[in-house]
Structure formats: C-alpha cells, structure tokens
C-alpha cells in the first residue's frame, strides 16, 4: 500500500504555494482510495490513514472534541490515544500564548463555513514544544457543520529552522547597521545600488530610498582632488572589483547637500546568481585627513624652524671664523714677526736662549696652521668664494693629509649652482661622513664622487 509522506512535502526548499498543490493532490489521491476502500473492511482505511506522515483528525464541530486520530497522535505527541477522544483535551493541551488565537480562528471559520490552514503550539507528554500546521476542511450538511476534519503536520524543525535564520539575520543586521563603515551593494546591470546600510544614509545625508535610485557617479565630484576624471577612474575601480581583486582607495565623495567627503572605500565582488554584484565599504576620513593636514603643517613648521636655526648657526660659524682668521691670525703673525725680530737682534751665545726663541717661532708656526685649519673648518671661505665642488676638494685632500690617506675625488664636469642652504647642508653632511670614515671605517684610501642629476645629486 502506497505511504503519503507529508514530511517529504514540506521539506527543502519548496514555496509555501508549491507545498499546498502537492499537499492537496496526496489528499486527493487519498480520498480516492478512501472512496475504493469505502465497501472493503474499515480496517483496511484505517491501515491507509496510519501510513500518513502527519496526524489525520476528526473532531465535532461545536466541542472541538476529536472523535478520530491517527496512530501519529500518539507518537508526535506522547499521549495515548483515548486520551485524544476526552472532551477539551485539544484546547487544555495547547500552548497557553497560542490558546485563545486557536480557538478564535477555528470558531470563526466554523461560523464563515470555510476550510483554513493556520499554525499553532501544543505541549507534548514530555513538555516538548510541538509546532503544527493545521489544515482543516469541514463535513456541511443541509448548510449546517457537522464535523471537522484534518490533518495536523509536525513543523517544528521547519520553525527551529526559521528562528535560526531570522536570528542570523538579526544579528547580521544589526552588525551592518552598527558598523562603522558605510556599506553598499551596487548592481553593475542595473548601474545603481540595490542595497545600503542606515550609516551610508546617514553619511551622504539621504534616505535608503533615495540611494538606492542612483549610483557611485552621482555621489562624486567631477573630478578627483588628484584631477582625475571620477567617471573615469569609477569604471577603473569596478572593472577591477569584477575581475576579483580587492581595491583600497581613499575617493572624495560628496553628500546630498554638495559638500566634499574625503572616504577610504574597500570594493569586492559578491557571490550572485542574478547579475554582478560589487559591495562597497566606505569610511568617512575626514578627521584623519585634518589631522594629515595638521602632522604636515607642524613637519613645515619644524622644517621651516630647523632651517632657520642652520642659518643662524652658520652665519655664526661664518662670524666666528672671519674673527679667528683675520683677528687672532694677524695677532699670532705680529707676534711671529717680533720673535723673529728678537732673534735677529739678540746677541749671544747662549744656546739655551736661541732654542728658546727658536721653539716659541716654531710654535706661532704651528698655531697660526691650528687657526687657519679651525677657521676652514668653521666656514672654509672657498665654499662662499668659489662654490661647493671647491670646498670639497680642498677639505678632502686636508682630510687625507691630517690622517695619513690617500684620497680621490671624482668632480663633476662644471660647478653646481644650489640654494646657499643646500649648499652649506651638502657640504656639512660630507664633513660629517669624512668624520665617520676617521672614526670607524679604518681605510687606507677614500674615494668621493659628486654626480648631477636632473632631480637629484649623487
């Protein structure tokens, strides 16, 4: 004998519509062989009845009172079946939040004379929870109901199911509302967005109705603060996203009011049977570019100051050497000129005494040179004289004399014409590197090229 299994019906992914036709052509079918079965012994429709999957039902019309069930009662359930036949049984063991919305429903369709379908709650023998989808046809004669009859099926995974998935749904939802971020979905078919969060509202200042009229061009500028054309490089960005790469960009969007929004926008591609799909994350980063702004004005400020303290640094180098060079050097000559006057007129034997007058030259000799060399290495007149690759090379060819090395200096074809302040900072960065080279380096010969590019020295 055939099995109607009303469980495989409402399982899957079948349309509520869909599983009502299929629903009603088992019912159909089982009526027809209720009908051949009519004069053949009751207890072959009763076999017919029990292999359906759900709970085949006759109650009287006016208590409610079952006066059939079908063996599934007892299993779905939990309660035996002459239990089912007391009178009140039905409403005393419906959920208390479903009870008065049952017995509401069923009075008025009895009263309208028409066959209905709703859901409900009953508490099994062991205080499960029993979701059931009710679907009740009534036994009228001469304009009067007589009885119902029905079929009770068990649809509480299906309901489980549907908790789950609207829980999920909550909680996705509430994270896109609650996301920092703005997001849309934009449909490349359509050339608009289908989708957007309340935060994307709220960031372009229009409703979700609105934004969902248009696309990404008309929430930009003509051009980018680049100068790149928006429509341009929005095609540039999409073709990207639908080739499957991720692009990170910072565009400067513009809100239902005109005014400019710099954002930093993520696009992806969504997996979707129906078009293509590009998702948009979209951050409003306004405050970190005041805040750019801000860090570089303060990097100007300190560049500005830095560039003040060097000059007034070197002025003073400059300053300090002119004095040392022309004052203390014409001073240390007078006095090498009187020693050398005092040898001359001295007459005498004593040895004593001329190597004393002889040392004291020797050593106006050495600190006139100790002078001059502080005085060059303060502010070397040649770089003002005859410029940086000058400068350069007399301090490196005394670099190598001072400390024994041979040195080679490979200059450019023609002098170099530079801001005075970038002359002085090239040339203190080559004393600096000379340095480092006595210090650490411990060469034996050292080897410097000036070379001029374009854009850049070498």
Known sequence: MKRFSIRRLFAGNNEPEQRLRQFSGVMEQAALEKTVLINQPKE????????????????????????????????LLGYPLDQWMEEGFWVSHLHPEDREFAINFCQQSTRDRKPHEFEYRMIAADERIIWLRDIVSLEIKEDKVLRLKGIMIDITHTKEAERTLRKSE?????????????????????????????????????SKEELMKIGPGELSPEFQPDGTLSEVAIRKNLADA??????????????????PIPCEVWLVRLPSDEGVLI?????????????EKQLQDSYREIRQLTEYLQNIREQERSHIAREIHDELGQQLTALKMDVSWLTNKVATDDEQVMLKLSNLAHMLDTTVKTVRRISSELR??????????????????????????????????????????????????????LTNVARHAEAKKVKVALEEFPRHLS
């Open 44 to 75: 072959n429709y009763f076999s017919l009845i029990n292999t359906v999957d759900g709970i085949v039902w006759e109650a009287d019309a006016a208590s409610f009172r079952f006066t059939f069930v079908s063996k599934k009662a007892e299993q």
């Open 170 to 206: 909550e909680r996705y939802r509430t994270l896109v509302e609650n996301a920092p971020e703005a997001l849309v979905v934009f449909d490349t078919n359509q050339g608009r967005f289908v989708n957007v969060s309340e935060s994307a509202a709220r960031l372009f200042k229009m």
């Open 242 to 259: 639908v080739a499957g790469s991720k692009p990170v960009f910072e565009w400067m969007h513009k809100d239902a009011y005109g005014n």
């Open 279 to 291: 998702r948009g994350s979209i951050i409003d980063i306004t405050e970190r570019k005041k805040f």
């Open 380 to 433: 070397p007149s040649l770089l003002d004289d005859l410029g940086l690759v000058a400068a350069m090379d007399w301090h490196l060819h005394e670099f190598g004399r001072n400390f024994g090395l041979k040195t080679i200096f490979q200059e450019p074809g023609k002098d170099i014409n530079l801001p005075e302040i970038v002359k002085t900072g090239l040339f203190r960065i080559f004393q600096e590197s």
